[in-house]
């Protein structure tokens, strides 16, 4: 199973809304609403951001939503702010009942 | 809080074993399933095994089938990892990763280095 793909860094300026996309297959994210967003600084434990395409944990911001349309998913940053800082990655369920992942995108707060 | 501790993991000959462990607090353990993600270095994240939160189900990426073997103790409320036949692409963070019904890794602990290396 092939990596999702994402790009490699997006940036914005305080307050900008950015968006991250996420291209898979359609034996991927064009079948399944498995698809999930990940934060991840430096050191730390990835956190999860995004889940089921549009659904958001507790506790996380309702500036990060996301979507789906056919093999791409996307996760919307708006209202960007200094902490937001981070890697971002995505993930989906495959129909080899396994999991793939993006390769990650570094967003900086300009 | 939930908090997932990965141990185990070291610098190995190809070819010879190791065993990771997670240690898993602040949630039911037996009530979900569990996941092994690794990183290599540069590389991005690869899914490596999934057990179901009894045991009773495991799936394995192709690159370690055979090879790797995911187990749990309930009781302990640890996640395990056997690892045999190692590789140098074995090389990589080893994350165990909680997962609830559904297709998402809702808690990650921060990883455990393991080297194929001679």
């Known amino acids: 199973q092939s990596a999702l793909t994402q790009p490699a860094s997006v940036s914005g300026s305080p307050g900008q809304s950015i968006t991250i996309s996420c291209t898979g297959t359609s034996s991927d994210i064009g079948s399944y609403n498995y698809v999930s967003w990940y934060q991840r600084h430096p050191g730390k434990a990835p956190k999860l951001m995004i889940y089921?395409?549009?659904k958001r944990p507790s506790g996380v911001s309702n500036r990060f939503s996301g979507s789906k349309s056919g093999n791409t998913a996307s996760l919307t940053i708006s209202g960007l702010q200094a902490e937001d800082e981070a890697d971002y990655f995505c993930s989906s369920y495959t129909s080899s009942s396994t999991w793939v992942f993006g390769g990650g995108t570094k967003v900086t707060v300009l | 809080q939930v908090q997932l501790v990965e141990s185990g993991g070291g610098v190995v000959q190809p070819g010879r074993s190791l065993r990771l462990s997670c240690a898993a607090s602040g949630f039911t353990f037996s009530n979900y399933g569990m996941h092994w993600v690794r990183q290599a270095p540069g590389k991005g994240l690869e899914w490596v095994a999934l057990?179901?939160?009894?045991?009773?189900?495991?799936n394995y990426a192709d690159s370690v089938k055979g090879r790797f073997t995911i187990s749990r103790d309930n009781s302990r409320n640890t996640l395990y990892l056997q690892m045999n036949s190692l590789r140098a692409e074995d090389t990589a963070v080893y994350h165990c990763a909680s997962s609830p019904a559904g297709g998402h890794f809702d808690y990650w602990g921060q990883g455990t280095l393991v080297t194929v290396s001679s």
């Open positions: 057990i179901s939160y009894d045991g009773s189900n495991e």
């Open positions: 089921d395409v549009v």
